[in-house]
């Protein structure tokens, strides 16, 4: 949870900034830690987007249901509502949200059903940057998930990438928990996201060889701009596999991208987060981020 807020609030300065924009404004390693600092009540800390606000969300839900016992069909009515009451009133405040996510709570706001919300077309990176959570509380079942994270994703986003990305974001995270080696990890990863979107794979599977094969992230990340959620989910795999256990390289190579810097960021934050946990994240990065004691709570709650 932690990696994917930092993940966030470290890409947040730099999500609409070609890579020439980055170098010009912090210099040629770009963005080395937080550098957009707000205040609140008499405290500094940096900001995160509407990733972190809706994977909030998610995860409450999915906390709640446990406690309750809730089937996904129960789950996803909940999470409908907090995702319906964030796009009216979202914690913090705005935080450019995705088009296809305002539009599927305006769905649900008018009844309609959960897994006819989303655009039938909507393949952004807005349910992939948030499906995380899925992996945190189903750590014991990736199968469950697999699925439940694809199914999220129709509240919002119904083409099969969104899905595949989804589900294969959840996996990942499951699969790190129960401390499988990388390689497995991403392995899996794949072949979640072919059972919904064999080109979604394919593009997972050219960033992971790309990484393997020391590609340059100048070019696979150029590549990969990571609004649509294929593309985020290939980048994401990308930068883990350059970087398994390292979370300030993972998250400074996931923020200096010319593409959607603060998604790429969040997904590498939070799947090298499962594997390093919270004392392998920076302590001042912990200490930083928007709302950290809250979401440690939160945490704390898995
Ligand atoms: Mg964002």
């Known amino acids: 949870?932690?990696?994917?807020?930092?993940?966030?609030?470290?890409?947040?300065?730099?999500?609409?900034?070609?890579?020439?924009a980055i170098v010009a404004s912090y210099g040629p390693a770009g963005v080395t830690g937080f550098e957009l600092w707000w205040e609140r009540d008499g405290r500094r800390f940096a900001p995160y987007t509407d990733d972190t606000q809706m994977a909030e969300i998610v995860l409450r839900a999915l906390l709640d249901a446990r406690e309750t016992g809730d089937d996904l069909d129960a789950t996803m009515r909940r999470m409908a509502e907090g995702f319906v009451a964030w796009s009216e009133r979202p914690q913090g405040g705005h935080r450019a949200p995705g088009n296809a996510c305002l539009s599927g709570c305006r769905a649900l706001a008018a009844g309609a059903p959960w897994a006819e919300a989303g655009g039938e077309t909507a393949g952004g990176c807005g349910s992939v940057m948030r499906a995380y959570p899925f992996g945190l509380v189903f750590g014991d079942?990736?199968?469950?998930a697999e699925l439940w994270a694809a199914e999220h994703s129709k509240l919002t986003h119904r083409d099969p990438i969104a899905l595949a990305a989804s589900s294969a974001m959840a996996v990942g995270?499951?699969?790190?928990?129960?401390?499988?080696?990388?390689?497995?990890?991403?392995d899996a990863m794949v072949t979640a996201a072919g059972r919904r979107c064999s080109r979604t794979a394919a593009m997972m599977a050219q960033a992971i060889a790309e990484a393997r094969g020391a590609t340059s992230p100048d070019v696979t990340l150029d590549r990969l701009r990571g609004w649509a959620a294929h593309e985020a989910i290939a980048a994401a795999v990308y930068v883990v596999a350059r970087h398994p256990t390292d979370a300030c390289a993972a998250i400074l190579e996931g923020a200096n991208t010319p593409g959607d810097s603060d998604s790429i960021a969040t997904l590498a934050g939070a799947l090298v987060g499962a594997r390093i946990g919270l004392s392998g994240l920076p302590f001042d990065w912990v200490r930083d981020v928007e709302r950290s004691d809250e979401l440690l709570a939160l945490a704390a709650r898995i």
Do not use: C, K
């Open 1 to 20: 949870m932690l990696g994917g807020a930092i993940g966030d609030a470290m890409g947040h300065p730099t999500e609409f900034m070609s890579m020439s």
């Open 141 to 144: 079942d990736p199968e469950r």
């Open 173 to 186: 995270i499951a699969r790190t928990l129960r401390d499988e080696p990388v390689e497995d990890v991403l």
